[in-house]
């Protein structure tokens, strides 16, 4: 069977158009495909490592055996375009579209406000149509599966998962678990006003308005693929690219023959470790075998005794076939199959599940391996096939080791897979922690059967085997065999766990890290084995009455709880918000949940971001070539070989810069020293983004390592390394108040970074002009002012030549304020030099190497009180890690000073904060800015007085609340009405008192699960503590047919600024917002704009425009006086005939704002949101796992402009928070290299992370007249009311420390993972692992906070 030199051409159809090419190079993905040959940009890419789902499609392919059309979803950013022959690819322009007719699931998400940047709803809607394609009323269950693996980081996904319900068989609203009670009607006990008030509304869209699903109308499957599957092409097909060749064989005995001529090339199935592996470790495999098209490795075969699986099947099918087996079989039959499905619903996402393949995933032997570990345990053995026949192989410790004398020989290929039933006394479990419950690899997991002697508790057989503790999935087999003959009792258990520690032996140095936590996790997981086993035997027992069955014991029904593992739970809620006026006019669009603007776009995909404008003629792509180390001096950098690199055209260094190369302390590109691993050094420009990664590779830096080299704001005290001063703010006497009170608590608090993780990553198109210099700059940034200025110093050519545009932002939360304009000024430097158009597209891994995020932070707290709970003095003192540049630091650090006090009145206070110079990427703003990470040293010191006064916390807050008009620690007055109304609000909506005695009852009742419960009150100042960043201007043209265009200084980044702009001048100008359009921000519409930041956006740029109307409208005033009867477009056309300018600029001078810190006195902010949220949580003290029972947010929006966008801010932020308080951990390595890059290692919050129950209301009959209409902003503030879960998961830790009498007052550190929640619910297996001297080793990871 001949291997051709040339390429074979690959067929396969998009949205139902025939696609031939002729020249297929494997190293080409569908979505570099789609959105490069094809220009369907629609799908997005975030990630590139099938992490996030942005670019989720659907592939339609016929099985050649059922002759069934499957449809399925996948991750196009890891699909190699020559996996798609015969293949059928539908993307979100394939859905529907604007211009010809919208698919209900891309309505359905817009109107139920689903959208915010819209970057992320390409990839949800794809996801939820191919679900619809396969089940056309799905299962709220099914609906959750199928968004699990698409991350949104703006709305928090309740509004998304509310328009796919729409689909759902009849879904259960807002019933509250099944007592069949709205929460609308929360009964007598409901004494809010919210619950009684007629004018509170709970719908923000109307189901009724919806088109209907017609499956009918959905794109058939081309015929041509028909044909071609009825008769399959039997040859063998060949892809040449550059440097890989694709061998698609057509049968298996070609296959067999191809794999013993080209040994080392490997099977490419779903492309799902090899794919990652080549991005990110450079794998290169010049040769690919496709065994896609051999039906042989799909075969499914049932036994009597067990059941044989095609390695070609995809997880998702072995699924299906395991649920099958499992509904046909007796229980004692399918223990093994149950285990495997207990792993294969929470294993990756659907997409990847839908991708991976069986043969795949066991010969990839990672290490996480889900499956492995339970095929081991269940005696699984492998089919093997060659040219020289077949054999069989255990799937053993010693194959899973990569041992050579049990492995697949090179030429050798896995068949299939053949899984045993179990039988009569045998059990079999699947255990797996993670940092989330979905779509995260796991931490540790476990598969263990025992089988027993027939009719005994005798132990005949056990096998143990762990995954995540070690290079590859370890079996305890030693310990196992030491344990045969055994009775399955109390000593065995103990026995157990010590062989199991000593021979499942972690060191602490381990790769990955949380060592003591998994090796918790080892015994842990066997504990919760033993008492499954003990309870099915126990249940064995009465039809086989065993002799000494008294042996048996008892698990009381408090120790129960560890046997269950959290369900997945479809959350529920309501959103309630006041009804406008009953008097407003019907066409007046302020208050109403007015969809966002271009949320049908986002859902179509015709929403145009960055890197969707198309390519520019004789555009080049840049790729940045960043540092290595912490600390150092650059001896030399050899550009030579990169140079050489066909595609090549420049590499832009220091020397490139016409103008100014940063500040003396922030380069844009580094001179000859470099203070942080990613610090950018230079940047190569080429013809294709492939090329310029290619050749980063080949630049060759030297250089010598410099001390001091610090990382840790410990480090950075020691060393005396601070960005700026301290900041501090004092009132009353705190020394003397220390002397006078009953109790003084000292306390620490660690609270980590945060990634922002916007889903579209930092990118700029700069295009150069033939004329003056003159720059157009696409970007992607909160700030296009500072991104001109920045490029017109680096330049040194005037701002005027430099014009931004900003279309859309897919994401900011203050990380698209300052780093843009680096980005931006790199890549015109290289558009000067060369005379392109320049690209640059940061990949996930670099965005998050290079750009920081929220600092970390360490605060020490002292606290004086009396004992009824009254806080006398309080001193907290609070460092930041800034990383190596100044950058926000300082301000982050005043306003975290400025914020501390909270909702609280204390009389003697003592605040201070210091930024620590480190040799980390420099952080930055971040939703928030302070606040959050501040506040939850206030919060965790509210918390430890009430341990120590023995009184609920939720008491101290209230104590020490904000009572009535006072001043703040800084001297602004303020009333805090609103604030008490929030509180009680949500204690009385959330029922709070009677939940709290509820959880003490459950806990009373459980060992192993607590719950926790917390209601956190909120003072959140919006705004720049000075008046000149609060002023902001519009430019409104109307044009001669009526229709208006409005600019203004703000950029839409989901928050709906734009729709929230339009229903403004809809109200002034008294015309429908369909006369209204926005194009872009640009800086040659309204200059020197400020930052879309601080939460102001909205209102600054609100009354900019709203100037700018009533300007007008006072110009056509006698003309509508004359012809009052008159149309708008009638009075447009008189005011063109008589001269009137229709053109008007609108201005706002801006809130005054200001603070004197010498004084430490001023009026920083214009004014206050107030809120407050409640949650509870469960805990399962034996793996730290947490379920979010509940969360009810009551927040003062004032009277919103647009309840649909405010409530999602609230919830966006919420979600955000709580990720910040919970899971998002950012791991860096003792030399200072970010270890978490991308989706896999720091986990964002997912869809089953939202609490089973959200209700978010807005406090009704709220006014504050300073801003536009009397709304808020609320961008920020809902971020912090997320720590209700962190609180409420110490509640829960600190009832399981109470009933373990081990000390309630414990270090706070945030975020409270898994493994800090298992660690800190001591027991009897964390006691019997082993711990380190930290001085022996050197750990994988350094703690920076
Ligand atoms: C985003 C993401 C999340 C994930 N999460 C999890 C998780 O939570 N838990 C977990 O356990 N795993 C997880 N995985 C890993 C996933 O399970 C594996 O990548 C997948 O199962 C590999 O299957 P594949 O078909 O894609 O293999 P490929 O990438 O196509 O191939 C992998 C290897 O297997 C070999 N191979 C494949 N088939 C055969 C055969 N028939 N005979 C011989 N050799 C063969 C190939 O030569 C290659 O070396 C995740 C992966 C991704 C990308
Ligand atoms: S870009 Fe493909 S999954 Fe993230
Ligand atoms: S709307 Fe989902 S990421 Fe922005």
Known sequence: MPCPSRSDELVFFVNGRKVIERNADPEVTLLSFLRKNLRLTGTKYACGRGGCGACTVMVSKRDPTSQEIRHFSVTACLVPICSLYGAAVTTVEGVGSMKTRLHPVQERIAKS????????????????????????????????????????????????????????????????????????????????????????????????????????????????????????????????????????????????????????????????????????????????????????LNVVSKTNDGLTIGAGCSLAQVKDILAERVSELPEEKTQTYRALLKHLKSLASQQIRNMASLGGHIISRHSYSDLNPILAVGNATLNLTSEEGTRRIPLSEHFLAGLASADLKPEEILESVYIPHSQKWEFVSAFRQAQCQQNALPDVNAGMRVLFKEGTDIIEDLSITYGGVGAATVSAHKSCQQLLGRQWDELMLDEACRRLLDEVSLPGWAPGGRVEFKRTLVVSFFFKFYLQVLQELKKLIKPFPVPNSRRYPEISDRFLSALEDFPGTVPQGVQRYQSVDSHQPLQDPV???????????????????????????????????????????????????????????DVITAKDIPGINGTKDDKLLAVDEVLCVGQIICAVVAETDVQAKRAIEKIKITYEELEPIIFTIEDAIKHNSFLCPEKKLEQGNIEEAFEKVDQIVEGEVHVGGQEHFYMETQRVLVIPKTEDKELDIYVSTQDPAHVQKTVSSTLNIPINRITCHVKRVGGGFGGKIGRPAVFGAIAAVGALKTGHPIRLVLDREDDMLITGGRHPLFGKYKVGFMNNGRIKALDIECFINGGCTLDDSELVTEFLILKLENAYKIRNLRFRGRACLTNLPSNTAFRGFGFPQGTLVTESCITAVAAKCGLPPEKIREKNMYRTVDKTIYKQAFNPESLIRCWNECLDVSSFHNRRKQAEEFNKKNYWKKRGVAVI??????????????????????????????????????????????????????????????????????????????????????????????ILLKRLEPIIKKNPEGTWEEWIEAAFEQRISLSATGYFRGYKAFMDWEKGEGDPFPYYVYGAACSEVEIDCLTGAHKKIRTDIVMDACCSLNPAIDIGQIEGAFIQGMGLYTTEELKYSPEGVLY?????????????????????????????????????????????????????????????RKERDIAEDFTVKSPATPEWVRMACADRFTEMIPRDDPKTFKPWSITVA
């Open 1017 to 1110: 009150p909120m003072k959140f100042s919006v705004g720049f503590a000075a008046t000149s960043y609060h002023q902001a201007a519009a430019l409104v043209h109307i044009y001669t047919d009526g229709s208006v265009l409005v600019t203004h200084g703000g950029n839409e980044l989901g928050q709906g600024i734009h729709t929230k702009m339009l229903q403004v001048a809809s109200r002034e100008l008294k015309i429908p917002m369909s006369h209204l359009h926005i194009c872009e921000t640009s800086t040659a519409m309204v200059p020197n704009t400020i930052a879309t930041a601080a939460s102001v956006g909205a209102d600054i740029n609100g009354k900019a425009v709203q100037n700018a109307c009533q």
């Open 113 to 296: 406000h689903g959208t915010q940047c819209g970057f992320c709803t390409p990839g949800m809607v794809m996801s939820m149509y191919t679900l619809l394609r396969n089940h056309p009323q799905p299962s709220e269950e099914q609906l959750l599966e199928a968004l699990g693996g698409n991350l949104c980081r703006c709305t928090g996904y309740r509004p998304i998962l509310a328009s796919g319900k729409t689909f759902c068989l009849e879904s259960n609203g807002c019933q509250q678990k099944g007592t069949g009670k709205c929460c609308l009607d929360l009964g007598e006990n409901d004494s809010s006003s919210l619950g009684r008030k007629s004018d509170i509304c709970t719908e923000l869209f109307v189901k009724e308005e919806f088109q209907p699903l017609d499956p009918t109308q959905e794109l058939i499957f081309p015929p041509e693929l028909l044909r071609m599957t009825e008769n399959p092409e039997k040859r063998t097909l060949t892809f040449h690219g550059e440097r890989v060749t694709w061998i698609s064989p057509g049968t298996f005995k070609d296959l067999l023959e191809l794999k013993a001529k080209h040994p080392e090339a490997p099977l490419i199935l779903g492309n799902t470790s090899l794919g990652p592996a080549m991005r990110s470790k450079g794998c290169l495999y010049p040769i690919l075998l496709s065994p896609a098209r051999i039906s042989e």
């Open 591 to 649: 208050g109403r949940p007015v969809m966002h603007l271009s949320g049908l776009k986002h859902a179509t995909g015709e929403a145009e971001f960055c890197d969707d404008i198309p390519m520019v003629d004789k555009e080049l792509c840049m790729a940045l070539v960043t540092s290595t180390r912490a600390y150092a001096k650059i001896i030399s950098v050899d550009l030579s070989e990169a140079l050489e690199i066909p595609g090549v055209v």
């Open 1236 to 1296: 978490s890059r991308g989706p896999d290692e720091y986990k964002i919050p997912t869809i089953s992370d939202v609490p089973e129950e959200f209700n978010v209301s807005l406090l009704p009959s709220s006014q504050t007249p300073l801003t536009i209409y009397s709304s808020k902003g609320l961008g920020e503030s809902g971020m912090f009311l997320g720590s209700s879960v962190f609180f409420a998961i110490t509640d829960a830790v600190a009832a399981a």
